[in-house]
């Protein structure tokens, strides 16, 4: 069980919590239904939990607050000298190493924090993040296409 979860749990950066669901939740999430009934059933579901400690949470916000600075000064200098937007701020790499947990501690931060352009920063990198991934299923959909 380990080996399969290798890849999707315990590849990327951050802090779990796993624990077994009681058999009683499990059977009334999944009920199941045999026949002939077996004399016993025995079934686990195990849950998972992300963890964001506080120094995780404060070390990512100030990420959030310099990939804001970023971009209002880019979009200072693109006005300044006449452009237009798309503003081209890159996903900050600290995000990129969260994988598919930067979505959730991106909505955390955006929580946490009082500070307006944070939370704006914050939303708008969970855009760019949602934007990258749609792409990403579109290239593996027209590869395995072209495959075909």
Not at 60 to 79: H, N, P, Y
């Amino acid at each position: 069980m380990v080996d399969t979860w290798t890849t999707s749990w315990f590849a990327e950066e951050g802090t779990r919590l796993f624990y077994l669901v009681p058999q009683e939740l499990t059977d009334k999430l999944l009920p199941l239904h045999i026949t002939p009934t077996p004399a016993e059933t025995t079934r686990v579901i195990v849950g998972r939990v992300e963890i964001m400690s506080a120094s995780e949470e404060k070390r990512l916000l100030a990420v959030v607050q310099d990939s804001a600075k970023v971009r209002a000064r880019t979009l200072a200098e693109q006005i300044a000298n006449g452009t237009t937007p798309p503003i081209d701020v890159p996903m900050p790499p600290e995000f990129a190493a969260l994988g598919r947990l930067a979505e959730p501690a991106l909505a955390r931060l955006r929580e946490i924090s009082r500070d307006r352009a944070v939370q704006d920063e914050a939303e708008i990198l969970i855009t760019q993040l949602k934007a990258n991934l749609a792409a990403e299923e579109e290239q593996q959909r027209n590869s395995a296409q072209a495959a075909r």
